[in-house]
C-alpha cells in the first residue's frame, strides 16, 4: 500500500504539483460549497448597500493573475496554498468586523471563519520559514496590522470571488474537482 501512494507522490512530484492532505481537499469542497454564486450574491451583494466597499490591505487582494506571476516565479503550490489560506481568511475576517451580529451575513460569515478554523488546522504544520521567502514576506503584510497607508476599497463580493477563484486554481486538479 505504502509503495502505491509513493508512486503517486513521484507521479504528482514529476509533473509538479504537490499533494494535497486529504483534510485539506475535504475542507476546501466544503468551503467551495459554501461561496456558491447564489449564496456570495445573496450574502455579500444584496444585503449590503449598493457600492458597500470593505477596506482592506494592499495584499489581501488575491487574484489568479497573481497566483499566476507566482507560478512563473516558480513558488511551490504548498507556498501558493499557504498564501491563498492566510489571505482569504484575513479577507473573511474583514468582512466579518464590518457587520453587526444580527446583520443577515453575519452567519453566513460566521460558517465561512470556522471552515478556515479547521482549514488553519491542517496549515498549523506550517511555518512562515518553511515558504519560499516572498509568501513569507506576503502572509506578514497580510497580518500586520500597520499597513494602513497601504488600504484600498474592495467589494466584499469580490473578495470572496477572488477567494474562490484562485481555491479552484489551486485545489482543482490535486483534490480531482
Given amino acids: 500500500m505504502q509503495q502505491g501512494y509513493a508512486a503517486v507522490l513521484c507521479v504528482l512530484a514529476v509533473l509538479g504539483l504537490e499533494a494535497t492532505a486529504p483534510g485539506e481537499c475535504e475542507l476546501t469542497r466544503l468551503l467551495q460549497d459554501k461561496l456558491q454564486y447564489e449564496m456570495r450574491l445573496q450574502y455579500m451583494k444584496h444585503y449590503f448597500p449598493i457600492d458597500y466597499t470593505v477596506q482592506v490591505q494592499y495584499e489581501e487582494v488575491l487574484r489568479p493573475s497573481n497566483i499566476t506571476r507566482l507560478r512563473n516565479a516558480t513558488v511551490s503550490e504548498t507556498a501558493l496554498r499557504y498564501l491563498w489560506f492566510?489571505?482569504?481568511?484575513?479577507?473573511?475576517?474583514?468582512?466579518?468586523?464590518?457587520?453587526?451580529?444580527?446583520?443577515?451575513?453575519?452567519?453566513?460569515?460566521?460558517?465561512?471563519?470556522?471552515?478556515?478554523?479547521a482549514l488553519g488546522e491542517e496549515y498549523s504544520k506550517y511555518r512562515q520559514t518553511d515558504v519560499e521567502a516572498v509568501v513569507a514576506d506576503l502572509v506578514k503584510l497580510v497580518h500586520s496590522a500597520g499597513a494602513e497607508s497601504r488600504r484600498k476599497a474592495v467589494r466584499p463580493k469580490a473578495l470572496l470571488d477572488n477567494c474562490l477563484k484562485v481555491m479552484r486554481m489551486l485545489y482543482g486538479v490535486p483534490c480531482e474537482w
Avoid: G, N
Avoid at 453587526?100 to 452567519?107: D, G, L, Q, R, V
Fill in 86 to 117: 492566510h489571505v482569504s481568511s484575513q479577507a473573511v475576517l474583514r468582512i466579518r468586523e464590518v457587520l453587526p451580529e444580527k446583520h443577515p451575513s453575519w452567519k453566513y460569515t460566521q460558517e465561512l471563519c470556522q471552515l478556515f478554523d
